[in-house]
T-cell receptor
Framework: DTGVSQDPRHKITKRGQNVTFRCDPI?????LYWYRQTLGQGPEFLTY??????LEKSRLLSDRFSAERPKGSFSTLEIQRTEQGDSAMYLC???WGGGLRQTTNEKLFFGSGTQLSVL | DQQVKQNSPSLSVQEGRISILNCDYT??????FLWYKKYPAEGPTFLIS?????DKNEDGRFTVFLNKSAKHLSLHIVPSQPGDSAVYFC??????????????FGKGTSLLVTP
């Protein structure tokens, strides 16, 4: 299977604990995105990497959240001092894009997500 | 603020009939639109897309129509099948320098196709 892989699928933690999620994108994709989805909402953009550079962060990404993509391959999303409001599905997506906008045919491929429950 | 709106949370259609899912957007900078399908406990799966230079794109049973002046798009599924039952998300993007294609999603429409 060469799709986007996320680990773990489910995480239950107590409030105040730190959690880390991993995403392995499609191997030839240079762009990686993190989204968050809560019940009854569509996915909300959190942050974006092109290769190893984190180029954009949403205002939803508080200072308790940090994301890395050290070698331009897999990525991790860490949440420190979790709160009950962090409970959500965390989705990773990847795509291939050139340095300049060359095509309007870019689409994101999503993983199955990590469902976080903060008790 | 919600820049992509799906005002119908749910839709029920009989098998074999047409399903029409609607989406409105507010940001005139959006120039690429996509529909994703999502089953429970899975990530969204790409279904079909359309560039703003077109007004229609067709792929098998799925057709997306874009009305730029009305800032409206719709997804038609003909004929509808029970396996189409899922949540459908409308998404839109605009190229921002340094941001790539951050997609803006609607809240989704849950489609139920009954036998």
């Amino acid at each position: 299977d060469t799709g986007v892989s996320q680990d773990p699928r489910h995480k239950i933690t107590k409030r105040g604990q730190n959690v880390t999620f991993r995403c392995d994108p499609i191997s030839e994709h240079n762009r990686l995105y993190w989204y968050r989805q809560t019940l009854g909402q569509g996915p909300e953009f959190l942050t974006y990497f092109q290769n190893e550079a984190q180029l954009e962060k949403s205002r939803l990404l508080s200072d308790r959240f940090s994301a890395e993509r050290p070698k331009g391959s897999f990525s991790t999303l860490e949440i420190q001092r979790t709160e009950q409001g962090d409970s959500a599905m965390y989705l990773c997506a990847s795509s291939w894009g050139g340095g300049l906008r060359q095509t309007t045919n870019e689409k994101l491929f999503f993983g199955s997500g990590t469902q976080l429950s903060v008790l | 603020d919600q820049q992509v709106k799906q005002n119908s949370p749910s839709l029920s259609v009989q098998e074999g009939r047409i399903s029409i899912l609607n989406c409105d957007y507010t940001n005139s900078m959006f120039d690429y639109f996509l529909w994703y399908k999502k089953y429970p406990a899975e990530g969204p799966t790409f279904l079909i897309s359309i560039s703003s230079i077109k007004d229609k794109n067709e792929d098998g049973r799925f057709t997306v129509f874009l009305n730029k002046s009305a800032k409206h798009l719709s997804l038609h599924i003909v004929p509808s099948q029970p396996g189409d039952s899922a949540v459908y998300f409308c998404a839109a993007s605009a190229y921002y320098s340094n941001s790539g294609y951050a997609l803006n999603f609607g809240k989704g429409t849950s489609l139920l196709v009954t036998p």
